[in-house]
């Protein structure tokens, strides 16, 4: 590891195994699992909110269904991102256009996916940051932005590819990330 990655995760000590999310289980559990979180169901090796009929009546009726929290619930907890993107040179009125935009495009890959949230969404000044608990969002989000809002993009990989950060800098910033 260089002395450079370091410097996007600050949690890299937490993790143990470096090839893998560790917050994901090593085997897929039994059964099926309702997090107490966000109420997302995991059954069939999948996690999801739209859990068909029958799945559903069993976790209501609480039979086979065992309570946990979700791996994006303990990352959030835990406060442990795996992914960040942040906006530089965004006007007051194009922020305020692109937060209704990356919550719309959050809902829309929860639906396929329960495991992508925004954990956080910090000011500081002119930069904003958002935390999300997957890489894969934050990628997402960082395309969205770049689609309909122009400006550019740029992807940083930190600790073993398991944490992004993606920066996105409005047209007007003429000054290159560091
Ligand atoms: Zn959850």
Known sequence: MTQGQK???TNYKKRVNVERDTY?????????????????????RRWTLTPPPEVRDLVESREEVSNTR????????????SGELRLLGATPKEKREMLLMLRNEEERAREKNPL???MRILADGTEWKIETTTEKLAQRLGRCLEKAFGGSVVYKWGH???????IWQGATVKKKVA
């Open 116 to 118: 992508e949230r925004i």
């Open 70 to 81: 979700c791996p994006a619930c303990r990352k959030i907890r835990d406060h442990y991102p």
């Open 24 to 44: 994901l289980p090593r085997w897929s559990p039994k059964g099926i699992l309702n997090c107490r979180g966000c109420g997302a169901v995991y059954y069939r």
């Open 7 to 9: 410097r996007y995760n």
């Open 160 to 166: 073993n590819n398991k944490f992004v950060r993606v």
